[in-house]
């Protein structure tokens, strides 16, 4: 587990340097909704990984993936962005729930966090380590109250994967460089959807 959380941070590090770019890559958008305004998620895709906001994601209900090679449908080695309204009072609150969720469904996996250096928003990660196998990353974003929402990036991916050095720094790249947007171009939701 020492060694996820060194290569996480190392991760961090690296990719602080690259994010002081600036970024304008639209990957997700939102709609207004009541009092929440019509959002976007901008974010910088590294090398060799496909961007996708309205095919694949929206067939999972998320509201973007970014993945490498061809899509296959398993949700490993997939960036998977999440955007939902806020409702729990602190970003603490979400990702305590988060885990919660977590040990009920997997009550012998194991649990750690540790704080994401974000320049534009107050991020938390939590690394699961499964009884199956699987670790899984999962970073809980918040861009304020004024926007009326919270994000979550989040991957899967094999224990044993021989990859997982790169994958973890190419997600953490991600991580670091989303950012949440004012969308005043974006219509207003219809009532009743």
Excluded at 21 to 49: C, E, F, K, M, S
Excluded at 151 to 170: Q, V
């Amino acid at each position: 587990m020492r060694r996820v959380l060194s290569l996480l941070a190392l991760g961090v590090v690296t990719t602080l340097a690259q994010a002081a770019t600036p970024v304008d890559n639209t990957l997700a958008r939102g709609a207004r909704d009541g009092d929440t305004p019509a959002w976007v998620i901008t974010a910088a895709t590294p090398a060799g990984w496909t961007r996708d906001c309205c095919t694949y994601a929206r067939a999972i209900g998320v509201d973007a993936v970014l993945y490498q090679g061809e899509w296959s449908g398993n949700p490993q080695r997939v960036m998977v962005l999440n955007v939902w309204p806020r409702k729990l009072p602190t970003l603490a609150a979400e990702v305590e729930a988060d885990r919660k969720r977590y040990l009920q469904h997997d009550p012998a996996g194991k649990v750690s966090g540790f704080a994401v250096h974000h320049p534009a928003m107050p991020c938390e990660a939590t690394v699961y380590s499964g009884s199956d196998h699987v670790d899984d990353v999962v970073v809980f974003c918040d861009p304020g109250t004024a926007s009326g929402v919270r994000l979550s990036w989040s991957m899967a991916f094999d224990a044993a994967d021989p990859s997982r050095r790169a994958l973890l720094g190419d997600f953490m790249q991600v991580v670091v460089a989303s950012r949440w947007m004012r969308d005043t171009s974006m219509p207003a939701r219809a009532p009743g959807r």
